[in-house]
């Protein structure tokens, strides 16, 4: 149950009729007067203003950096809605397009067989399609360039796909590489078409992918259409995100910068996105070249088939050019922050937060979580209206430039690190809210337990069901067609997955060490980061009565509230050591592969420094739970049954409670960093130095696994078994 809070007598009420029925009625629920925030506040959320806010941000091109119209009516809003709020600049190095081109031709006539379009079909009917902002192809921090060479075609561009392809015989080096979409993240595949010395990169849409082998496309269902393409980032924030200049510290108007070059996070070869229209000819170029994908393996054939199209690896006889002319400068970038400061813990503070910047129109990704946060907004401007102020401080953050590599977030967490570790307690992530019907969430798994009883209290639209039984129902059904994956969920709870560096609660979990959680509706939309994300699309296919945005703010509103609120907060230490022990499980899975693949037969089966600071790890979050145990049957978490004398122990001792549970994160923070990408912090988990958005375990271990550096690995296991006993005797009452 939530904390109920004594609000205010009945005199002092003031709000519209709607707002009265709900008091009374809740009132006459809890009995004197006491009333229970989170169950005020899930009559608010209003499908209408959540079609208003998406319609607001669908409306006009909002491209990091170039639409500070949209940051204005943010802040603007949340200060309507009795927030403080304030744009915050920073002055990261971004890129924006000038001139594309990719041919076909023939080297020694010149001729020119095939010239790609590079733009998305303008679609009767949905407005977005036709806005003449749009932009055309391009790829986020791509470098400039124009180049040409033989065409090569290298699967989705993945370490393997890369290693198959030399194995059979097919060099790179000098290309034009040509990879779908999938798998890994895209400066990856960029970064591994590099290091094997290649000329440029075009990345396309598979049908097989995202398209019509998935279903019908655009505007006769959600998938992606032939001429859609997919835009995107090709920063490598595997290694660092946020602005590539200033890594590790804020992007001010006057700070030090790195000379481009020097970038590491920055590929160095140009690079664009492509449709599978335009794709199809390059493809038909290589029949005859090279090996034929299916000789390499079946997974390199992909869904042109259905066109008579045969995929071959090349390189072709016909030579490709990708001009690739990006304008780079140092340009303003506008956050915006807002406050709720905290009636009896104003020092501490939860963090909610959605990027605003988008590639296209947005609609899901991510203007359906910016018409979220706004919507949350409005409704705690209600619950204050009605005399509410959360026990600890809320802040809202709307990121600017996202897309680019979590820039706006990264900067901000870096300009303001100190007191974020000192005082801030948890940062809840909303990116795209709704692209899809199905609940997915990634976080620290102190959240466990708290993200199941909000799902709990939120119906699951056009159902009897709760958003909780839909997710378990959902994920059930793919667990039992799937049984790879890290999802941590036994049978009897849905998956809660572990974060990877998809979006902004990067630098707060992995940098500042702050837990972190990630949800939304998703599955299903195959028109990501294009023109066709559209306000038209969600009300047609996804969410046409707004009523999953609804489920959204619900949701994402009660975990906030409970943060804000609780006296002691529900955060479990316990899920935290049971999910460790599931890491050092599946690093010893992962590290079993590699060593069984090496002449080093020295077993590295078992990680039992691990095991051990896992064992303590758990056997000291249960002196919480006992502490908890005591605090309420002694005092009540109120307090309420500690006579005068003893409030203050009372008081000291939920102090060490919460503080316990909600710093643990820091103390899971390993000051030196992962190896070779320092910025990263956590000890536990990392984005995949060959995977980019998803999580790798252990990172620093697993990766030295994968260089079959045995010594190293004992090394990192020696470090990171530190790391954990330091958290573990962190819990431990003082
Ligand atoms: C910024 O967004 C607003 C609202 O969506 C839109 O009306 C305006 O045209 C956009 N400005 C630019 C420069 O695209
Ligand atoms: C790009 O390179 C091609 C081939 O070298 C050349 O013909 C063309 O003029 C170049 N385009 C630009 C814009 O420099
Ligand atoms: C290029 O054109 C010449 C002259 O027409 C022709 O002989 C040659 O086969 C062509 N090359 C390719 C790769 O098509
Ligand atoms: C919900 O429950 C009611 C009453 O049991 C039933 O009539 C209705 O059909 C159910 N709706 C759905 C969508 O299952």
Redesign the pocket.
Known sequence: MALLLTLYSAAHFSAPLCMHDMRSETARNQGNGRIDPGQLFLRIPSTDRLREHLRYYTSGTHVAGINRTQAEHTRDYLAAQGVDAKIVEYYPWLNYPVNQRVALF????Q?V?FEAGLQEDVIAGDSASEDPNNLPAFLGLSASGNVTGQLVYANYGTLDDFRALKAAGVSIKDKVVLVRYGGILRGLKVQGAERGGARGVLIYSDPADDGYCKGKVYPHGPWRPESSLQRGSVALIQVYPGDPLTPGYAATKDAQRLDPKDAKSLNGIPSLPLSYRDAEPLLRALVGHGKIASEISESWVGGLTARGVEYWTGP???AVNILNHVDFKTTPIQNVIGRIAGSEEPERAIIVGNHRDAWCAGASDPSSGSAVLLELARAFGELMKLGWRPRRTIIFASWDAEEYGLVGSTEWVEDNIDWIRADVIAYVNVDAAVMGSEFRASASPIFNDLLFAATKQVGFPGSNETVYDAWLRQSQMVQSSDNAGLAKGHNATPPVYTLGAGSDYTPFMSHAGVSSLDMGFGGGLGTYHSNYDSFKQMTTFVDPNFELHQAMTRICGLVVIRLADDAVLKLNPISYAKALGGYIRELERQVARHSAASSDVTTMKRFRRLRAAQRQFLTNAHLVEQSKHRLRSVYGEDCQMAGRRRRMNCRKLRKSINDRMSRLERHLIDPDGIPGREWYKHALVGPGRWLGYEAQIFPAIAEAAEDHDWKKLRQYEKRAAETIYEAAWFLREV
């Open positions: 023939n080297e020694s006539t001729a067989e072709s006889t016909l």
